[in-house]
T-cell receptor, first 112, second 114 residues
Framework: AQKVTQAQTEISVVEKEDVTLDCVYETRDTTYYLFWYKQPPSGELVFLIRRNSFDEQNEISGRYSWNFQKSTSSFNFTITASQVVDSAVYFCALKRYSTLTFGKGTMLLVSP | NAGVTQTPKFRILKIGQSMTLQCTQDMNHNYMYWYRQDPGMGLKLIYYSVGAGITDKGEVPNGYNVSRSTTEDFPLRLELAAPSQTSVYFC?????????????FGPGTRLTVL
């Protein structure tokens, strides 16, 4: 069975702090795909990044970076110099065939 | 492109009533999905469709029905609403089911059953 664990329910930081959101997954598949989505207070789901199981390169996009480690089944997300606009719920998801399994999400609160 | 649209945005139902949540996408995507999101929880898959005329159950299908007569539309039907179906419902679509194609989500429908 597929499972995604986001152990951090809520994280509070002050603006400009760096913050890492953890994601640990379980799967028996050798080919799989990982995603991060952002859900701001307005409620919509915004796609952030995808990664396939054969590509362990870390990725950086502006203040966002992702660390994928198959050895520990983790796909962690770091926000550098956080901003108030980063306040949202962040979901990690694991894809098998055509369906996504979501973690419970981590609520990030960035205060000024 | 409007992307994925959902109607209504909000709805209050009484126990035992029925309703249909509408979902339409204009991206010509073959795959469409219905999720529900309960407070403090991630999204759980209710039903999905890999193309017109083909649907399949997800993790939590009980109490729901779907149909897919066109590529664009994927309505979700609640026949006998129960308080346990109070949730936010998201529709999503993707170009293909496999690979790294991401799912595009609609704005959600907030449903309360009293």
């Amino acid at each position: 069975a597929q499972k995604v664990t986001q152990a951090q329910t809520e994280i509070s930081v002050v603006e400009k702090e760096d913050v890492t959101l953890d994601c640990v997954y379980e799967t028996r598949d050798t080919t799989y795909y990982l995603f991060w989505y952002k859900q701001p207070p307005s409620g919509e789901l915004v796609f952030l990044i995808r990664r396939n199981s054969f590509d362990e390169q870390n990725e950086i996009s502006g203040r966002y970076s992702w660390n994928f480690q198959k050895s520990t089944s983790s796909f962690n997300f770091t926000i550098t110099a956080s901003q108030v606009v980063d306040s949202a719920v962040y979901f990690c998801a694991l894809k098998r065939y055509s369906t996504l399994t979501f973690g419970k999400g981590t609520m990030l609160l960035v205060s000024p | 492109n409007a992307g994925v649209t959902q109607t209504p945005k909000f709805r209050i139902l009484k126990i035992g009533q029925s309703m249909t949540l509408q979902c339409t996408q204009d991206m010509n995507h073959n795959y469409m999905y219905w999720y529900r999101q309960d407070p403090g929880m991630g999204l759980k898959l209710i039903y999905y469709s890999v193309g017109a005329g083909i649907t399949d159950k997800g993790e939590v299908p009980n109490g729901y029905n779907v149909s897919r007569s066109t590529t664009e539309d994927f309505p979700l039907r609640l026949e006998l609403a129960a308080p346990s179906q109070t949730s936010v419902y998201f529709c999503a679509s993707s170009n293909t089911g496999t690979g790294t194609n991401e799912q595009f989500f609609g704005p959600g429908t907030r449903l309360t059953v009293l």
